[in-house]
């Protein structure tokens, strides 16, 4: 890849921001700052380069890596919630405590020290850290409409793989994208699971709270703002759900998704935790998801 890929801008723990996206299929004031959430392994470095590739395709010269944290390093989610990158306070650890991702109450009435840490609240972190980023630097005068949030598993959708000589295809829809945006919406999902079978369509209050995935949207200044005003109490991909199905903003799902996240690929939320303990919490209700599925699929193919 050599020189034609784009240039890191910063390594973000804490306030530290880049020049902006650079963008040049953009016009200036609509797309701001790129950031995308990744960790500091060999399996997240690796990642991180399909995310250099996917930059090229874009035309973004520069994003803003937030290195999140790596939930496999603490001994359990107490643990996890005490390190220094990404402080929690007493009331966002007591919200944490009441996180719900459809199957009732994860912790179940248990304290932090007897739940294995995880990746779910990794993710959170990492995410909250970004829209209070992105919030500040949209917030100032001048400002583009849109920052652009990637995970490093975010690659760039297959449809949009067309030779097109001296036109950047994804670069073109992106920006087409986010210019059609309706004024009134400030999340844009962006990635081939969030929005399902809806497409070109504003969604609102009643969205569903547990539309799944969070590789990659785009976020207004107030899209931000209303994120961070929720209690730290959910995963962050229904995070994303949760004030525009209360109908404080409102979401905007394209005609085209512009990333895929299914694609085979190891995953850094799923990992095991760092000691033998019985599925509990998080890991728990993925497993009984993953049970159901293959329940609905056996009997599916019964059926048939």
Same mark, same amino acid.
């Given at each position: 890849?050599?020189?034609? %890929?784009?240039?890191?801008? &910063?390594?973000?723990?804490? =306030?530290?921001?880049?020049?902006?996206?650079?963008?040049?299929?953009?016009?200036?004031?609509? %797309?701001?700052?790129?950031?995308? %959430?990744? /960790?500091?392994?060999?399996?997240?470095?690796?990642?991180?380069q399909g995310v250099f590739a996917a930059m090229e395709q874009l035309t973004i010269n520069t994003f803003v890596r937030v290195v999140g944290l790596t939930a496999t390093q603490y001994a359990n989610e107490d643990a996890e919630e005490r390190q220094a990158r990404f402080p929690m306070t007493d009331a966002m650890r007591?919200?944490?405590?009441?996180?719900?991702?459809?199957?009732?109450?994860?912790?179940?009435?248990? $304290? !932090?020290?007897?739940?294995?840490?995880?990746? +779910?609240?990794?993710?959170?972190? @990492?995410?909250?850290?970004?829209? *209070?980023?992105?919030?500040?630097? %949209?917030? =100032?005068?001048?400002?583009?409409?849109? #920052?652009?949030?990637? *995970?490093?598993?975010?690659?760039?959708?297959?449809?949009?793989?067309?030779?097109?000589?001296?036109?950047?295809?994804? $670069?073109?829809?992106?920006? *087409?994208?986010?210019?059609?945006?309706?004024?009134?919406?400030? /999340?844009?999902?962006?990635?081939?699971?969030?929005?399902?079978?809806?497409?070109? !369509? *504003?969604?609102?209050?009643?969205?569903?709270?547990?539309?799944?995935?969070?590789?990659?949207?785009?976020? !207004?200044?107030?899209? &931000?703002?209303?994120?961070?005003?929720?209690?730290?109490?959910?995963? #962050?991909?229904?995070?994303?759900?949760?004030?525009?199905?209360? @109908?404080?903003?409102?979401?905007?799902?394209? $005609? /085209?998704?512009?990333?895929?996240?299914?694609?085979?690929?190891?995953?850094? /939320?799923?990992?095991? $935790?760092?000691? +033998?303990?019985?599925?509990?919490?998080?890991?728990?209700?993925?497993?009984?998801? !993953?049970?159901?599925?293959?329940?609905?699929?056996?009997? =599916?193919?019964?059926q048939r």
């Amino acid at each position: 890849l050599g020189a034609l %890929l784009p240039r890191v801008a &910063a390594l973000v723990v804490s =306030t530290a921001s880049s020049n902006g996206a650079g963008s040049g299929d953009a016009p200036p004031g609509l %797309l701001g700052d790129a950031y995308v %959430l990744t /960790i500091d392994t060999p399996n997240g470095r690796a990642r991180l380069q399909g995310v250099f590739a996917a930059m090229e395709q874009l035309t973004i010269n520069t994003f803003v890596r937030v290195v999140g944290l790596t939930a496999t390093q603490y001994a359990n989610e107490d643990a996890e919630e005490r390190q220094a990158r990404f402080p929690m306070t007493d009331a966002m650890r007591s919200e944490w405590l009441t996180v719900d991702v459809g199957m009732g109450p994860v912790h179940r009435g248990r $304290a !932090s020290k007897d739940v294995p840490s995880n990746g +779910a609240l990794a993710c959170a972190l @990492g995410h909250r850290h970004i829209w *209070e980023l992105a919030e500040k630097k %949209l917030s =100032t005068p001048g400002a583009a409409r849109w #920052a652009l949030v990637l *995970e490093d598993d975010a690659r760039i959708s297959w449809a949009l793989n067309i030779n097109s000589p001296g036109v950047s295809v994804p $670069a073109r829809v992106l920006r *087409e994208t986010l210019e059609r945006v309706p004024a009134d919406a400030d /999340i844009v999902f962006l990635d081939d699971r969030h929005c399902g079978w809806v497409r070109s !369509s *504003e969604v609102g209050q009643g969205f569903n709270l547990y539309a799944t995935g969070s590789t990659a949207y785009a976020i !207004s200044a107030r899209g &931000a703002a209303a994120l961070l005003a929720e209690p730290f109490s959910h995963n #962050a991909d229904h995070w994303l759900n949760v004030p525009i199905h209360s @109908g404080r903003i409102r979401g905007f799902c394209p $005609a /085209i998704p512009i990333f895929v996240h299914n694609f085979p690929h190891a995953s850094t /939320i799923d990992q095991p $935790a760092p000691r +033998a303990a019985p599925l509990a919490g998080f890991a728990q209700i993925r497993a009984t998801r !993953s049970r159901k599925r293959l329940h609905d699929g056996e009997a =599916t193919a019964k059926q048939r």
